[in-house]
Protein backbone atom coordinates (compact mmCIF):
# COMPACT_ATOMS: atom_id res chain seq x y z
CA UNK A 1 0.00 0.00 0.00
CA UNK A 2 1.32 3.61 -1.10
CA UNK A 3 1.63 6.36 1.47
CA UNK A 4 -1.13 8.11 -0.04
CA UNK A 5 -3.35 5.18 -0.54
CA UNK A 6 -2.76 4.40 3.06
CA UNK A 7 -3.90 8.08 4.20
CA UNK A 8 -6.79 8.15 2.25
CA UNK A 9 -8.29 4.60 3.94
CA UNK A 10 -7.29 5.97 6.83
CA UNK A 11 -9.80 9.62 6.37
CA UNK A 12 -12.88 9.51 8.49
CA UNK A 13 -16.51 9.87 7.63
CA UNK A 14 -16.31 13.66 9.01
CA UNK A 15 -13.48 14.56 6.75
CA UNK A 16 -11.21 14.51 9.57
CA UNK A 17 -7.96 11.53 10.09
CA UNK A 18 -7.20 9.41 13.36
CA UNK A 19 -4.10 8.91 14.63
CA UNK A 20 -4.68 5.34 13.38
CA UNK A 21 -8.57 4.84 14.66
CA UNK A 22 -11.27 5.61 15.80
CA UNK A 23 -12.42 9.99 15.95
CA UNK A 24 -10.39 12.92 13.76
CA UNK A 25 -7.86 14.80 15.69
CA UNK A 26 -6.07 17.86 14.97
CA UNK A 27 -2.93 16.78 14.44
CA UNK A 28 -2.91 13.88 12.07
CA UNK A 29 -5.57 16.11 9.84
CA UNK A 30 -3.20 18.49 9.19
CA UNK A 31 -0.38 16.24 8.81
CA UNK A 32 -2.48 14.49 6.30
CA UNK A 33 -4.04 17.36 4.77
CA UNK A 34 -0.35 19.28 3.81
CA UNK A 35 0.67 15.82 2.94
CA UNK A 36 -1.93 15.59 0.65
CA UNK A 37 -1.93 18.66 -0.59
CA UNK A 38 1.41 18.13 -2.47
CA UNK A 39 1.10 14.50 -3.39
CA UNK A 40 -2.81 13.32 -3.43
CA UNK A 41 -6.82 13.52 -3.96
CA UNK A 42 -7.64 17.54 -3.83
CA UNK A 43 -11.15 15.94 -2.99
CA UNK A 44 -9.65 14.80 0.32
CA UNK A 45 -7.75 17.83 1.45
CA UNK A 46 -11.05 19.50 0.77
CA UNK A 47 -12.75 17.51 2.96
CA UNK A 48 -9.88 17.56 5.43
CA UNK A 49 -9.48 21.35 5.11
CA UNK A 50 -13.11 21.81 5.45
CA UNK A 51 -12.59 20.10 9.27
CA UNK A 52 -10.08 22.22 10.17
CA UNK A 53 -12.06 25.31 9.13
CA UNK A 54 -14.97 23.89 11.07
CA UNK A 55 -12.73 22.86 14.52
CA UNK A 56 -11.46 26.40 14.84
CA UNK A 57 -12.25 27.97 18.18
CA UNK A 58 -13.84 31.26 19.03
CA UNK A 59 -9.90 32.72 20.51
CA UNK A 60 -8.43 31.31 16.73
CA UNK A 61 -6.95 28.32 18.20
CA UNK A 62 -7.50 24.43 18.20
CA UNK A 63 -8.44 21.97 20.29
CA UNK A 64 -6.37 18.53 20.50
CA UNK A 65 -9.98 17.47 19.02
CA UNK A 66 -12.88 18.83 19.02
CA UNK A 67 -14.82 18.47 22.65
CA UNK A 68 -11.36 17.34 24.37
CA UNK A 69 -10.04 20.51 26.68
CA UNK A 70 -9.08 24.16 25.73
CA UNK A 71 -7.42 25.67 22.32
CA UNK A 72 -3.57 23.83 22.84
CA UNK A 73 -0.68 23.35 21.12
CA UNK A 74 -2.30 21.67 18.00
CA UNK A 75 -2.58 25.25 16.96
CA UNK A 76 1.09 25.45 15.86
CA UNK A 77 0.08 22.70 13.18
CA UNK A 78 -2.96 24.66 11.92
CA UNK A 79 -1.47 27.86 11.63
CA UNK A 80 1.08 25.82 9.09
CA UNK A 81 -1.88 25.58 6.57
CA UNK A 82 -1.21 28.55 4.30
CA UNK A 83 -3.79 31.45 4.03
CA UNK A 84 -5.47 30.64 1.04
CA UNK A 85 -6.34 27.04 1.74
CA UNK A 86 -7.10 27.85 5.52
CA UNK A 87 -8.86 31.01 5.02
CA UNK A 88 -6.92 34.71 5.18
CA UNK A 89 -9.16 35.64 8.38
CA UNK A 90 -8.76 32.15 10.14
CA UNK A 91 -4.92 32.24 9.70
CA UNK A 92 -4.76 35.27 10.91
CA UNK A 93 -6.44 34.54 13.98
CA UNK A 94 -4.43 32.02 14.56
CA UNK A 95 -1.25 33.17 14.20
CA UNK A 96 -2.55 36.04 16.79
CA UNK A 97 -3.44 33.21 19.28
CA UNK A 98 0.06 31.47 18.55
CA UNK A 99 2.08 34.92 19.02
CA UNK A 100 0.67 35.93 22.28
CA UNK A 101 1.38 32.29 24.26
CA UNK A 102 3.81 31.24 26.28
CA UNK A 103 4.91 29.38 28.95
CA UNK A 104 3.94 30.03 32.89
CA UNK A 105 7.64 30.14 33.60
CA UNK A 106 7.86 33.57 31.68
CA UNK A 107 4.99 35.42 33.07
CA UNK A 108 5.34 37.82 35.23
CA UNK A 109 3.07 36.26 38.42
CA UNK A 110 5.46 33.22 38.12
CA UNK A 111 8.38 35.47 38.39
CA UNK A 112 6.57 37.29 41.24
CA UNK A 113 6.42 33.56 43.15
CA UNK A 114 9.47 32.77 42.62
CA UNK A 115 11.29 35.55 44.14
CA UNK A 116 8.94 35.71 47.11
CA UNK A 117 9.89 32.06 47.65
CA UNK A 118 13.26 32.39 47.03
CA UNK A 119 13.21 29.53 44.48
CA UNK A 120 15.41 30.22 41.43
CA UNK A 121 13.92 30.37 37.85
CA UNK A 122 14.60 27.50 35.37
CA UNK A 123 16.58 27.34 32.83
CA UNK A 124 15.52 29.65 29.44
CA UNK A 125 12.49 31.38 31.59
CA UNK A 126 13.59 34.77 30.34
CA UNK A 127 13.13 33.32 27.03
CA UNK A 128 9.38 32.48 26.68
CA UNK A 129 8.88 29.05 25.06
CA UNK A 130 5.23 27.55 24.35
CA UNK A 131 3.13 25.12 26.58
CA UNK A 132 1.32 22.00 25.42
CA UNK A 133 -1.66 23.81 27.26
CA UNK A 134 -2.25 27.17 28.58
CA UNK A 135 -1.12 28.21 31.61
CA UNK A 136 1.28 25.21 31.97
CA UNK A 137 5.37 24.93 31.55
CA UNK A 138 6.46 25.67 28.20
CA UNK A 139 8.16 22.06 26.27
CA UNK A 140 10.62 21.37 23.66
CA UNK A 141 7.94 20.12 20.84
CA UNK A 142 5.48 22.80 21.00
CA UNK A 143 8.15 25.58 21.26
CA UNK A 144 9.62 24.07 18.23
CA UNK A 145 6.45 23.72 16.15
CA UNK A 146 5.41 27.23 17.20
CA UNK A 147 8.37 28.94 15.68
CA UNK A 148 8.13 26.70 12.51
CA UNK A 149 4.44 28.48 11.87
CA UNK A 150 5.28 31.92 13.09
CA UNK A 151 8.81 32.03 11.05
CA UNK A 152 7.08 30.71 7.89
CA UNK A 153 4.81 33.71 8.29
CA UNK A 154 6.88 36.13 9.16
CA UNK A 155 9.26 35.47 5.98
CA UNK A 156 5.86 35.51 3.89
CA UNK A 157 4.56 38.32 5.62
CA UNK A 158 7.58 40.14 7.46
CA UNK A 159 6.54 42.17 11.07
CA UNK A 160 8.69 43.21 14.48
CA UNK A 161 6.55 40.98 16.46
CA UNK A 162 6.58 38.34 14.76
CA UNK A 163 10.53 38.08 14.45
CA UNK A 164 11.04 39.08 17.88
CA UNK A 165 8.66 36.29 19.06
CA UNK A 166 10.50 33.33 16.93
CA UNK A 167 13.92 34.79 18.44
CA UNK A 168 12.54 34.56 21.86
CA UNK A 169 11.68 30.64 20.80
CA UNK A 170 14.46 30.13 19.66
CA UNK A 171 16.61 31.53 22.76
CA UNK A 172 14.43 28.97 24.57
CA UNK A 173 15.59 26.11 22.74
CA UNK A 174 19.05 26.83 23.14
CA UNK A 175 18.48 27.28 27.04
CA UNK A 176 16.73 24.02 27.56
CA UNK A 177 19.60 22.13 25.01
CA UNK A 178 21.52 18.84 26.42
CA UNK A 179 25.07 18.89 28.00
CA UNK A 180 26.90 17.69 25.15
CA UNK A 181 24.25 18.81 22.24
CA UNK A 182 20.48 17.50 21.12
CA UNK A 183 17.27 17.67 23.11
CA UNK A 184 14.94 16.29 25.48
CA UNK A 185 10.75 16.72 26.26
CA UNK A 186 11.80 19.78 28.93
CA UNK A 187 14.35 20.52 31.51
CA UNK A 188 18.26 20.00 30.30
CA UNK A 189 18.79 18.64 34.22
CA UNK A 190 15.81 16.90 36.15
CA UNK A 191 16.24 16.15 40.17
CA UNK A 192 19.98 17.53 40.07
CA UNK A 193 21.23 15.16 37.04
CA UNK A 194 21.94 16.32 33.60
CA UNK A 195 19.29 14.68 31.58
CA UNK A 196 19.99 13.16 27.80
CA UNK A 197 18.62 13.96 24.46
CA UNK A 198 16.06 12.46 22.63
CA UNK A 199 15.77 11.78 18.68
CA UNK A 200 12.40 13.25 18.00
CA UNK A 201 13.20 16.38 20.15
CA UNK A 202 16.94 16.46 18.89
CA UNK A 203 15.19 16.44 14.94
CA UNK A 204 12.37 19.21 15.73
CA UNK A 205 14.47 21.51 17.72
CA UNK A 206 16.62 21.64 15.18
CA UNK A 207 14.12 21.99 12.89
CA UNK A 208 12.93 24.99 14.46
CA UNK A 209 16.50 26.74 14.66
CA UNK A 210 17.19 26.20 11.02
CA UNK A 211 19.41 29.21 10.03
CA UNK A 212 21.12 29.14 13.68
CA UNK A 213 24.46 28.86 13.44
CA UNK A 214 27.08 28.22 16.06
CA UNK A 215 28.76 25.69 18.11
CA UNK A 216 25.64 24.84 20.01
CA UNK A 217 24.04 24.01 16.52
CA UNK A 218 27.12 22.39 15.48
CA UNK A 219 26.93 20.08 18.99
CA UNK A 220 23.35 19.40 18.18
CA UNK A 221 23.77 18.54 14.35
CA UNK A 222 26.42 15.42 15.12
CA UNK A 223 24.03 14.28 17.84
CA UNK A 224 21.58 14.23 15.79
CA UNK A 225 23.77 12.27 13.15
CA UNK A 226 24.58 9.82 15.20
CA UNK A 227 20.90 9.15 16.22
CA UNK A 228 20.38 8.99 12.51
CA UNK A 229 22.05 6.20 12.16
CA UNK A 230 21.08 4.24 15.20
CA UNK A 231 17.71 4.83 15.58
CA UNK A 232 14.51 2.52 14.37
CA UNK A 233 11.80 5.05 15.25
CA UNK A 234 9.73 6.39 12.43
CA UNK A 235 8.52 9.32 14.04
CA UNK A 236 12.33 9.99 15.26
CA UNK A 237 13.69 9.25 11.90
CA UNK A 238 11.14 11.57 10.47
CA UNK A 239 12.38 14.82 12.49
CA UNK A 240 15.59 14.02 12.58
CA UNK A 241 16.15 14.03 8.54
CA UNK A 242 13.89 16.99 8.73
CA UNK A 243 16.16 19.06 11.45
CA UNK A 244 19.81 17.88 9.47
CA UNK A 245 17.71 18.95 6.30
CA UNK A 246 17.19 22.45 7.82
CA UNK A 247 20.57 22.84 8.08
CA UNK A 248 22.03 21.17 5.04
CA UNK A 249 23.59 18.36 6.93
CA UNK A 250 21.51 15.30 5.91
CA UNK A 251 23.66 13.12 4.31
CA UNK A 252 23.38 13.02 0.69
CA UNK A 253 21.59 10.50 -0.22
CA UNK A 254 20.13 9.17 2.70
CA UNK A 255 17.24 6.71 2.95
CA UNK A 256 15.58 5.38 5.92
CA UNK A 257 16.46 1.70 6.46
CA UNK A 258 14.41 -1.13 5.56
CA UNK A 259 11.91 -2.40 8.24
CA UNK A 260 10.64 0.74 9.52
CA UNK A 261 6.92 0.87 10.64
CA UNK A 262 5.04 3.95 9.79
CA UNK A 263 1.99 2.60 11.88
CA UNK A 264 0.47 6.03 12.32
CA UNK A 265 -1.14 9.16 10.27
CA UNK A 266 1.65 11.19 11.68
CA UNK A 267 4.06 8.99 11.11
CA UNK A 268 2.88 8.37 7.38
CA UNK A 269 2.15 11.93 6.62
CA UNK A 270 5.00 13.42 7.72
CA UNK A 271 7.34 11.01 5.91
CA UNK A 272 5.42 12.06 2.83
CA UNK A 273 5.98 16.09 4.19
CA UNK A 274 10.13 15.24 4.38
CA UNK A 275 10.42 13.74 0.81
CA UNK A 276 9.03 16.36 -0.20
CA UNK A 277 11.20 18.87 1.77
CA UNK A 278 14.63 16.76 0.20
CA UNK A 279 12.60 17.72 -3.41
CA UNK A 280 12.22 21.31 -2.72
CA UNK A 281 8.82 21.71 -1.24
CA UNK A 282 8.61 21.98 1.70
CA UNK A 283 5.58 22.70 4.04
CA UNK A 284 7.39 24.00 7.15
CA UNK A 285 9.37 26.50 5.88
CA UNK A 286 9.72 28.59 2.68
Not at 72 to 99: I, Q
Not at 112 to 138: C, D, E, N, T, Y
Not at 141 to 147: D, R
Not at 189 to 203: D, K, L, N, Q
Request: proline share 7%.
Amino acid sequence: MTSISQLLQWQNPDGGWPYRHGGSWTEPTVYAVLALAAAGDPAAVERGLQWIRLSQREDGGWQARPGVGGTCWATALAALVPAERLGADRHRRAVAWLSAGEGMESTALYRFRQWLLGARLPAGAAAAGWPWVPGSAAWVAPTALAILALDRENRLHPEPGLASRVAAGRRFLFARMCKGGGWNHGSSRAMGYESGAYPETTGLALTGLRGCRGPETEQSLAVALRFLEQCRSADALNWLRLGLMAHGRLPDGYRPPPGIAYRSVPEVATSMLVDGAAAGASAFWV
